[in-house]
């Protein structure tokens, strides 16, 4: 049965990880598993031989060439051909030849974004500068719920904290993007890419955010959110898996979709289900990237959702 989304199959698909939580440069990885170009060797291996003054020593490992963890998540889903990293083309996931790029989600602020996004493109492209307060020079659709709010917050007990202001659909549009607006589940680029609708809630063991809010512009209040229905995940099909992580790569000979999640609010196992459903449940999952959200009071939940 085919899927009533029409998400098609893709045959390689990069994925640039900009921002994460946390970063792991030393530890090792299992034989004949992933390749692993990251670590702390392989960095400064690739530095230049401008060191001089210091016996047989050629090279320097700056910090600063190591990405920074931050609180939240940014993934560049990118194109690569002939084993060649080609961030600064913006393709994506092939199909007959035909590629796309995505950029899912931005992390938590742009300073940190930024700082990554051109570390990263500068071992591919030197003369980068990715700046996302710059004016966009060529127009890129940013796919958003309609009723996202400006404000999130929680509750300290008694008292609203609130977090800082997202950026308005004005001041999006105002640096040259193209808004586009969606509740429901649909594809984009081609069909290329799945995303999500409002996250069915199934388990009986997944709760929401405790204590979750959202300020209501109208009426000046904060009203209680603890389901943040406008957090949507993302869905690939790939084909005859050959996911090559930037530092990673590992491959599987058959076909699985994968979700991409942000902070998953509705908790990953709703997520995941809804994933299966949406591709008709004839599509297996491969892997799950993103967050879990089994923190906190989810804690308590770790053993239900494995």
């Known amino acids: 049965m085919a899927s009533p989304l029409n998400l098609v199959e893709v045959d390689t698909l990069t994925l640039t990880i900009i921002i994460d939580n946390e ?4 530890s090792t990885v299992s034989a004949n598993t992933v390749s692993n170009k990251g670590r702390m060797s392989n960095l400064s291996l690739s530095q230049p031989n401008d060191v001089s003054g210091r016996g047989d020593c050629e090279k320097e490992m700056p910090m600063e060439a190591i990405s920074c963890g931050a609180h939240g998540l940014s993934i560049l889903l990118s194109l690569v051909r002939d084993e060649l990293m080609l961030m600064n083309e913006k393709k ?4 007959d030849e035909k590629g796309h790029s995505m950029l899912f989600d931005v992390g938590p602020e742009e300073d940190m974004w930024e700082r990554n996004a051109n570390g990263r493109n500068a071992q591919s ?3 980068a500068n990715l700046n996302p307060r710059n004016q966009l020079q060529n127009p890129v659709t940013i796919d958003l719920h309609p009723s996202r709010p400006t404000h999130r917050g929680f509750m300290a007990g008694n008292t609203p904290i609130s977090m800082q202001a997202e950026s308005s659909f004005p001041e999006i549009e105002a640096l040259g993007a193209v808004i586009e607006t969606h ?3 649909h594809t984009v680029l081609d069909d290329f890419f799945l995303v999500s609708g409002e996250v069915p809630r199934v388990t009986s063991y997944e709760t929401n955010v405790k204590g979750g809010i959202r300020f209501e512009e109208e009426t000046g209040k904060w009203e209680k959110d603890e389901e943040i229905k406008d957090e949507k995940f993302l869905v690939v099909n790939l084909k005859d898996i050959r996911l090559r992580f930037r530092k990673r790569e590992f491959q599987c000979l058959r076909k699985r979709s994968n979700p991409f999640t942000g902070c998953s609010y509705g908790i990953v196992v709703n997520a995941s289900l ?8 004839t599509v297996p999952l491969h892997a799950i990237l993103g967050g879990y959200h089994v923190v906190g009071e989810q804690k308590a939940n770790v053993k239900d959702t494995l």
């Open 183 to 185: 509740s429901e589940p």
């Open 92 to 95: 994506t996931a092939t199909k």
């Open 274 to 281: 809804d994933a299966l459903s949406l591709l008709n449940n």
């Open 125 to 127: 492209n030197p003369n």
């Open 23 to 26: 970063i792991d440069i030393m």
